[in-house]
């Protein structure tokens, strides 16, 4: 189950209170602590279905698309320019990934 998958990939950054468990469209999701438009922290990644969903740079979306290694997430139509689905179901790789999501959402907010 990925979203099993998912908790074993970030539970070193809850525990370092790097992240804080979320949810987002009724989805569970990772956030960081502090920060984001209502308070809540900012997204970082969810499991959807059998993948991983990581919000990062349009340019570092359009890289892992362009390698194969992702996709554009896509919701009833819409491209989320920011966010990836990554189908390799890989626990380390899940959890750089989800390290260079909060990297990034850092540098958004300036945390």
Known sequence: MS????WSAA???????????????????????????????????????DVLVVKLTAERVEELVGDGEGAAFN????TFREWVTIETRDVERW??????????ARRRTGG
């Open 95 to 104: 959890r750089e990934l989800i390290e260079e999501g909060l990297e990034t």
């Open 11 to 49: 539970e070193g950054f809850v525990e370092r209170d790097e992240a804080q468990p979320g949810t987002i469209m009724s989805h569970p999701c990772l956030r960081t602590p502090r920060g984001g438009r209502n308070g809540e922290g900012e997204f970082v990644a969810m499991p959807y279905g």
């Open 3 to 6: 979203e099993d998958l998912f």
């Open 75 to 78: 919701l009833t139509g819409r």
